[in-house]
């Protein structure tokens, strides 16, 4: 069973204009060089932002006559671009053995709007999972967006466990509480937003349940927070330039790690906090303990 995984993580340019065939095929360009430099790193993991092949601004989407916002007109989308951009980056995943994973709009039957999702590609070339973001902002599921039902655990060589959040979703630590139940590693957040505090909420998860984090966010972003790997335990492994240039951050998911800070985390931290929430405090308190009394002071 493996028990390393190097990992690289994106900030790749996201078009903001689904309408714009040109962009999304610079986006996709730059998305497969982005997997080769990858590849070539040897990760067998590459993860990209929120809507790496777009991510449909409200205001090219959803804006009404007098600058109101509408629900969208999805009619006006690019979809046939945004399927052969994406069956390009799955081709070269198939081709380079690289399991890839990237944000785009997943269309649904009219009327339904579309989801906003990560599409999960394994080093098959094969599209084996979609995460489908489930707390959407209120414009997304004012105007943009049908919401998605449920978590998304992908296992990667037999030994190494994947969870999936965007965005906003980073502002529900219900999520990153289900997927420590669910025994994850590690758990991919892909953003669309230009915010610090985004970023240091990711690395919280990292110490509060102890895996792995990767944080990708787009190109343009980048100067305020850029993407990076968490440790587990919390430690910032990689990170990208903040200079608003695509780039890969790369580090190694080592289960067997010997750092201190890793150790602790993987051995120590995370095996007693589940302890202590599967009630063994409870078989601990002493029956009638006047500690529990509040009335007593001492």
Request: glycine content about 6%; charged content about 25%.
């Amino acid at each position: 069973m493996a028990r390393t995984l190097r990992l690289a993580v994106a900030q790749s340019t996201v078009p903001e204009d689904p309408t714009d065939r040109g962009a999304l095929r610079a986006a996709g360009q730059e998305i497969r060089a982005l997997m080769v430099e990858a590849a070539e790193a040897g990760a067998r993991l590459v993860q990209f932002p929120e809507g790496a092949i777009t991510y449909p601004s409200k205001h090219v989407m959803a804006a009404g006559p007098a600058g109101e916002l509408v629900p969208a007109d999805w009619s006006r989308a690019a979809w046939d671009v945004m399927r052969e951009e994406a069956e390009s980056i799955t081709a070269l995943a198939g081709k380079l053995g690289l399991w890839t994973v990237f944000g785009s709009i997943h269309p649904l039957t009219p009327p339904n709007r579309p989801h906003n999702s990560l599409y999960v590609v394994s080093d098959h070339g094969q599209l084996v999972a979609r995460y489908d973001k489930r707390f959407l902002s209120h414009t997304e599921v004012s105007f943009l967006y049908s919401p998605g039902h449920r978590p998304l655990v992908i296992e990667v060589d037999d030994g190494i466990r994947f969870g999936f959040a965007l965005c906003v979703e980073a502002n529900f630590p219900e999520i990153f509480a289900e997927y420590e139940r669910l025994d994850v590693e590690c758990v991919l957040l892909s953003v669309m937003v230009d915010e610090a505090p985004r970023a240091r909420v990711a690395q919280a998860y990292g110490t509060l349940y102890n895996y792995w984090i990767g944080y990708s966010i787009p190109a343009q972003f980048s100067a305020t927070a850029p993407s990076g790997i968490v440790a587990s335990g919390g430690r910032w492994l990689a990170r990208c330039p903040a200079n608003e240039h695509p780039a890969l951050a790369i580090a190694d998911i080592d289960l067997d790690s010997q750092d201190e800070d890793i150790n602790m985390a993987v051995r120590r931290a995370r095996p007693w906090r589940r302890s202590a929430r599967a009630g063994l405090y409870d078989e601990r308190t002493p029956v009638g303990d006047p500690r529990s009394d509040v009335r007593t002071a001492f």
